[in-house]
């Protein structure tokens, strides 16, 4: 199946365009061998500071540009909520100039995020601030925490799937690999994963 790999709007690509699927080497990077490893649920989440950009926008349902049927192979689905990109190779992250240089929007990442539609949960990347921020759909200004109401479905897709698409991506002071937290509500289910922004994770190939 093809990547929902989309662009943000501002920031380069047409927000409304999938890429276009991956093929011969880029397809076989999809495989298990070449993805991030998943961490822990166990392990302990700081809080986000008060106050900060932690506290988080909230995700626009209404900015959803497609809907699908199921996510692709190379992404990974967390808290049965959220589903996020973390096979097929690294993101590719390009310098903003318009930016300063130590700006944790330095460099950004342009990719898909999934919601499963009615569900909510809050997506944080962890140990990010000032180094890192995400941002898909319309929100006040990209975040190291964005809160996903539970979004209904789109009427002009006539229930073709259980999953909105957003566009957007991520957004780092210089390349590095990014740790992303998504809890369903009340907190008690916790899921990670390792995203791979414009270098390479942890026993994952360039």
Avoid at 49 to 57: F, I, R
Avoid at 96 to 118: C, W
Wanted: proline content about 11%; glycine content about 12%; charged content about 15%.
């Amino acid at each position: 199946m093809a990547a929902v790999t989309v662009g943000a709007a501002g920031c380069g690509g047409d927000a409304s365009t999938p890429d276009p699927p991956a093929t011969g080497t880029a397809a076989a990077a999809n495989d298990a061998t070449s993805r991030p490893q998943l961490l822990s649920s166990s392990t302990a989440l700081p809080a986000p500071p008060a106050g900060s950009a932690g506290d988080g926008p909230t995700l626009d349902c209404g900015t959803a540009i497609d809907t699908v049927a199921t996510p692709p192979d190379e992404y990974t689905v967390l808290s049965g909520a959220v589903a996020v990109r973390t096979g097929g190779g690294t993101l590719q992250a390009e310098r903003d100039p318009t930016v300063p240089a130590d700006s944790p929007e330095a460099y950004f990442a342009k990719t898909g995020l999934l919601v499963r539609i009615g569900v909510a949960s809050t997506l944080r990347l962890l140990d990010a601030e000032g180094q890192a921020v995400a941002s898909w759909g319309r929100v006040a200004m990209p975040s190291t925490t964005i809160h996903i109401p539970a979004c209904p479905a789109r009427p002009s897709d006539g229930g073709k799937g259980d999953w909105l698409a957003f566009a957007g991506g991520y957004s780092v002071a210089s390349p590095r690999c990014l740790t992303v937290v998504v809890t369903a509500p009340g907190g008690t289910d916790q899921a990670f994963a390792t995203i791979p922004v414009g270098a390479p994770c942890p026993n994952q190939p360039a």
